[in-house]
């Protein structure tokens, strides 16, 4: 099944948390619970990939913290065209996409495309294409990076165009 029109794997990046430090006091942000980093700039000193995607972009990070039994309905974000997620710890849960969620409001259907998460993985993420967050059991928490560019300004094929080309560009020939 052809994914990359929801998400993107981030190939050869390992997110590193050796310096990754939140603030214990979470905010509420489009529903989530969001604790903000206690020192952004040592996270993206401690990940290349970050590194590259700061001198393109302005940025903030923060991880969400998800609790058991929720589910995150299906929903487009609002302002955001995109964003960058990784995912670092979790027991059951489940991201899903979604085309047919919006399209006939008299369906009670859904064509579901997983995210299969692998931990500590930068996965580009659409937020355009309706999408769902089902936690089943334990904490759910993400390291996820929210853009200072709204959905007009950045979007998923912009932005994914360029990380394919930084990608392509550090592959060892």
Known sequence: MNTNK???????????????????KAFNHNGLYTNPLINQEKVIEDNPFLQWLDGQYKFNCGVITTPPNTLYNFHRDVSRGVCINV?????NSFTLFSNKVFDDNNS??????????????FYLF???????????EGNRS???IEFDLNKQKLSYPILKQKIKKWITSTIDT
């Not at 998400?7 to 310096?19: A, C, D, G, Y």
């Not at 659409?126 to 089943?136: E, R, S, T, Y």
């Open 87 to 91: 995912l670092l710890d979790h027991e």
């Open 6 to 24: 929801y998400f993107l794997e981030i190939p050869n990046q390992e997110f590193n948390r050796k310096n990754l430090q939140i603030y214990e």
């Open 142 to 144: 993400i390291f996820s």
């Open 126 to 136: 659409n937020n355009q294409i309706p999408h769902a967050v089902f936690n089943m």
């Open 108 to 121: 009670h259907y859904a064509d579901l495309t997983e995210l299969k998460y692998k931990q500590n993985k």
